[in-house]
C-alpha cells in the first residue's frame, strides 16, 4: 500500500502553463533552424528556378510564421510564473503547427515529385530531423509536440504513396514506422520531464521543509531564553513580594494573582517547547520502578481538593491488588493523567469524576477518567489531539490546545493508545492504554535526611549575567538562610572562587564562556570538591543534561524556578 501510495505521489501531472513556458524556450532555436534550411534549398538546389510559386509562398509562410513564433516565444519566457499567458497561448500555438504544416505540404510536394530522385534527399532529411528535433522539444506538451511530428509525416506519406515505384511505396512504410517511433519517444520524453520536475519540487520542498524546521527550532531554542530569563525575575519577584511583611491584604491579593497569571502563562510556554520538542527528537522516556496505587493517589490528591472546591465528588477506583509495582516512566504517564484530570475539573460544573485502573493484559494497563461534564460534540473530538485543535473549533475551551497533543505524543511513546468517547451534555470518558512492565516490590530503605526549609550557615556563589534573574537568586538564597554573593561573568567567578564556597548556582550562557566549562573548573580546584553545584537554564535539553553530568555538576534547575524548587535542590547540601 505504502508504494502504491508513492506511485500516485511521483506520477508527473503537466502544468498547461508551465509546459508551454517550456515549449517556447526551447523551440527558440528550432525557428533559427528552420531559415537555414530553406537558405540552403535556395542554394544549393533548382527548386527556386523550377518551383518559383511555392517556394514563394513557402519562404513567406515560414518567415511570416516563424517570426510570429520567436517574437511568442520570448514574451511567453519573458513571463513570470503563475501568470497568465492569454492570447500567446493560442498565437505560440499557431505559429509553431503552421510552421510544422508549411514544411509539410513542402515535404509532400517533394516525396510525390522525388523521393527516388537524389534531388529531393536533403528536404527529406531535413523533414526527418524537424520531427525528430520536435519529439524532443517539444516534449513537455505531448499534444504539441504529437501535432508537429504528424503534420510533417503525413504529407510526405501520402505525397510518396501517390508514386508508383515499389521504392516509393517502401519509403511510405518507413516513415510511418520512423512517425510511430517518435509518437512513442514523445510519450516517454514527456514522462521523464514531468516526472523529474515532480521530483525536483518535491525535493525543493523537501529542503524547504528542513530550512523551516530548522529555523523554528532555533526561534524556539531563543525564544526559550530569552521568555524563560525574564520570566525567572517575574515570577521570583512576585514570590519575593508574597514573603514581605506588612504587605496589606488586598496587595498580597493581588500578588497572588500576578502569580498565578504568570504561571499559566509559563505553562503555556513549556507546552509549545514540549511539543516542539517531542515532535523534532521524539519523547525520551526514563523508566524506573513504582508503586502504582501510592503513584496515582499522588497524582491524583491535588485534583481531589479541586474538585472538593466546585462541589465535585472525584472518585478513584483502583481494581489492581496492591501494592502493584511496575517498570516505566512515571513522570511523563503523571503528565498523561494530569492533564486529563485538569480538563475534567475544569470542564465539569456538576456531579463527579471518576478515575478507573485496571489491568488490560499481562503487561497493559488501562487508565479511565469518566467526568460529568458539558461533553464535547463529533467535531471538537476530530481535532482534539491535534495541536491547538480544540482552541481552534471550540468555543469557551480556553487554552493552547496542546496537552492533549502532548498526551498522545507520550502515550504513543510508550507503546499504548488515548482514546475519546464524549457526546454533548453526556459528559466525556478518556481511556489510555499503556505498557506497563510489573516488576517485584524493592527491599524498603530508609529516607535520606532532607534539609529543614532554612539552610543556615551555608555560602554560595550566584553567577548570572541578567541582573534580575540574579537578585531573584541572590534573594531566595538568603530566604533559605545561605549567605549568598553574586557575580556576572566567568571571570568574576573565578576570581571570587578563590574563596570557599559551599553552593555554586550557575547560568549556562554566560557573557564570556559557558557555564559548563566554569563548573568543569570549580569542580577540579581542591577547594571545590565536595560543594554543591548547580545549573540553571532556559533550556533544558538531554544533550545539555549529558555534558552537565560528565563536568561535575550534581543537579539542574530550570528557568523560571520557584523557592521551592530551590529548596528541593539545596536538600542535596544535607549529605556533604
Known sequence: MQRIETDRTMAPRESSA??????????????????????????YTDYGSVFPSLMTWVTASLFALGGTRMWSSVLLVRQGRGSDPGHLRWIFFGSVTGTFAVWGVFSGFTAAKFVTNPK?????????????????SLAANRRLASACVMLIAVPTVLGALARQEPEARAFALLTGVYTLFLIAQIQLNWRAYWTARRVNEMELARLEAVRFAAAKSLLLATMSHEVKTPMNGVIGMIELLLGTEGLSAEAREYANHARLSALNLLGVLNGILTFSRNEKAGVTLTPADFELGAW????????????????????????????????????RLSEVLTNLLSNAVKFTQAGGITVRVSPDGEDRVRFVVQDTGAGMSPVIQAQLFEPFGHSAVASGRQGTGLGLAISRQIVEAMSGQIKVSSAPGQGTTFQVTVVLQPV???????????????????TALVVEDDPVSGLVARKLLQKLGVKAELVTSREEALRSAASRYDLFLLDVQLPDGDGLELATKLRSAELHRTALIIVVSANETGELLERGRGRGVDAFLAKPYTAAQLSDVLSLLAPR
Open 296 to 331: 496515582l493517589r499522588q497524582v491524583t490528591y491535588p485534583f481531589v481538593c479541586e474538585a472538593e472546591e466546585k462541589g465535585l465528588v472525584l472518585e478513584l477506583e483502583i481494581e489492581l491488588r496492591e501494592p502493584a509495582w511496575y517498570r516505566a516512566d512515571s513522570i
Open 440 to 458: 517485584e516490590a524493592p527491599e524498603p530503605v530508609s529516607a535520606a535526611p532532607l534539609l529543614e526549609a532554612c539552610a543556615e550557615g551555608y
Open 120 to 136: 529531393g534527399l536533403l528536404v527529406l532529411l531535413s523533414s526527418a530531423a524537424f520531427a525528430a528535433a520536435a519529439s524532443a
Open 18 to 43: 508551465e509546459s508551454l513556458r517550456e515549449c517556447a524556450q526551447r523551440s527558440l532555436p528550432g525557428a533559427m533552424v528552420f531559415f537555414l534550411v530553406l537558405a540552403v534549398v535556395w542554394v
